[in-house]
């Protein structure tokens, strides 16, 4: 849903970006290209335009690689009084001559071109005086290190061209604006979560931003900064930092290392072809092209591929590229020279393809922190289900020796200082083994069973007391002071309900120590060990007693 939206809202500003109407009356027609020579200067009269013209050899378009050149068009407009904007579009060009020579004898001449100060945002256009049913000669002189594009003249009446300008200058600045947004915000996402990919989406974003800045002439308008050999070393540097991102979005060299090699050596490519943009100028905006035009085949092969192999995120990311793909293939083949252009204000509709690419980019970035986000959660749930699992004995459902080695780390009040009385009590079973040889295995684990459950409801439901299986016969517990006398006559029950199971083999015994009596926690178990043994021989005595009585008193 919010794919369709940002397409409908791409379309719509491409549709106000492309839009070119003709006005009616305007005739702007007979246009001439030939190539000027160092030092021409344009006739000074109407009827010698056209000899000038037949005595130079026609051209259909201009040579990308720069050059000087002559335009020369007939021109006449059917209002009276209304200001006149001239312009050449669709192309950066370091000069621009204007001469209007009317038949009547008028002639007009201004410069204008990108080291030229600007009547207009964004443009070379210059206002002029027209007067109505009177024919002219517009002849522009233009001379550029390089053409990005077929260079195009116009002729508009001065508010309709106003206007165009506010509009495009509007769209401009709230794309620049929106990239720099987009990028600064990735970056201080990386700062924070040291994520790899939000660096390099950001340093891409932000390098989209310069270039198109300088595109623009943003730098020339605001600080009379100029520098045409840095406008395509920003647009070579973004299959770099792109092919960078996509490695650690698309989990790339992971998911089809063969693409991975194909886009590194890509990557190389644009590396050594950023000395051209300042070495071989003329062929710059060529190799730019081409480069850019193999960076997004390859990047759009990547996420399908991603996506194919599970990689959900990659959805994003195909849609992205596919925004900047679309203007991409109407543009960059009309700057290699191979194709007219199909439209004007390619530079703004490419503008405003690349921004949606950087909007859908982050939100391809934004969905893979959600997943990471949702994984995580699903790892840690995982990991407390096994953490839990791993705590508690398999057979009583008590907590196991794990558990009490994790519990008896803890920090515990001990010593006469102690602001909390609590016995440690252990407990064994005596006879166990007799009741697994007699009755089986299965009996011997229901009476552990049996004595886990009956101690665990005589604790369940009090504060700071707790039960531990800590080995196959033996169990401890945390008992308050008060309730220590319970345990020992609730042991003796339990003792009473062995032997009403059919249990009379088995036998508890019982051994405990306070933990202000001790000075730490090693010294607490040991003691409440040791009162056990120390219970398990009186006990034994009194019982050895018990039969030796018997025996005397069956002999006399």
């Not at 045409?228 to 299959?239: A, E, R, S, V, Y």
């Not at 009040?413 to 252990?426: F, M, N, T």
Request: hydrophobic share 45%; aromatic share 12%; charged share 15%.
């Amino acid at each position: 849903m919010h794919c369709n939206k940002i397409l409908i809202i791409c379309l719509v500003l491409l549709a106000f970006s492309c839009h070119h109407s003709v006005h009616a009356n305007v005739v702007l027609d007979q246009q001439f290209l030939f190539e000027a020579v160092e030092g021409e200067a344009v006739p000074q009269e109407f009827s010698a335009i056209m000899p000038w013209v037949k005595a130079h050899s026609l051209q259909s378009k201009v040579a990308l690689s720069g050059g000087d050149y002559w335009m020369v068009s007939a021109l006449s407009v059917n209002t009276d009084d209304e200001p006149w904007s001239v312009n050449i579009k669709n192309a950066i060009i370091e000069s621009v001559d204007y001469w209007i020579i009317g038949e009547d004898g008028s002639r007009q001449h201004f410069h204008s071109g990108y080291y030229a100060p600007y009547e207009s945002l964004f443009d070379y256009s210059r206002k002029v005086k027209l007067q109505s049913n009177m024919h002219y000669w517009f002849v522009t002189r233009i001379k550029s290190r390089y053409y990005s594009s077929q260079p195009k003249v116009e002729v508009l009446p001065h508010k309709q061209h106003q206007l165009q300008s506010d509009l495009n200058a509007m769209l401009i600045i709230l794309c620049l604006g929106g990239l720099a947004s987009i990028a600064l915000y990735n970056l201080l996402i990386y700062i924070s979560v040291q994520d790899k990919a939000f660096l390099y989406y950001g340093c891409y974003v932000l390098t989209y931003f310069m270039g198109w800045a300088l595109t623009f002439h943003i730098p020339a308008h605001l600080f009379d900064m100029h520098g045409l050999p840095l406008h395509h070393l920003f647009f070579i540097g973004l299959p770099i930092f792109n092919i960078m991102f996509y490695k650690h979005f698309l989990q790339l060299p992971e998911l089809s290392p063969k693409l991975w090699r194909l886009s590194l050596y890509l990557l190389w490519a644009c590396v050594i072809a950023l000395p051209t943009s300042i070495f071989l100028l003329s062929y710059t905006a060529i190799i730019a092209s081409v480069l850019i035009m193999l960076w997004i085949a390859l990047a759009i092969t990547c996420g399908n591929v991603c996506l194919l192999k599970g990689f959900y995120p990659a959805r994003y990311f195909i849609f992205a590229f596919t925004c900047l793909l679309l203007p991409a293939v109407l543009i960059l083949p009309g700057n290699m020279g191979l194709t007219p252009d199909f439209f004007d204000h390619a530079e703004l509709a490419t503008l405003i393809g690349g921004t949606v690419d950087a909007l859908l980019l982050s939100l391809a970035l934004a969905h893979k922190i959600r997943m990471l986000s949702d994984e995580k959660e699903r790892y840690i749930e995982t990991l407390d289900i096994a953490w839990k699992a791993a705590r508690l004995d398999s057979l009583t459902k008590a907590a196991n020796r794990f558990a009490f080695d994790e519990y008896m780390r803890q920090e515990h009040p001990i010593g006469p200082g102690a602001s909390i009385e609590q016995y440690l009590v252990l407990i064994t079973i005596d006879g166990l083994s007799l009741v697994n040889k007699r009755l089986g295995l299965g009996e011997g684990d229901k009476l552990i069973s049996f004595v886990a459950e009956q101690l665990d409801n005589r604790i369940k439901n009090r504060n700071h007391e707790a039960i531990f299986r800590v080995a196959v016969n033996d169990f401890v517990l945390f008992v308050d002071k008060d309730n220590i006398a319970d345990i020992q006559s609730e042991a003796a029950l339990i003792q009473a309900q062995l032997n009403e199971q059919g249990f009379s083999d088995a036998s508890l015994h019982f051994g405990s120590c306070l933990n202000v009596d001790v000075l730490n926690n090693h010294e607490w178990l040991r003691n409440a060990d040791q009162n056990l043994y120390a219970n398990k021989s009186i006990k034994r005595r009194e019982q050895y007693a018990q039969r030796l009585s018997r025996v005397i008193e069956l002999e006399v």
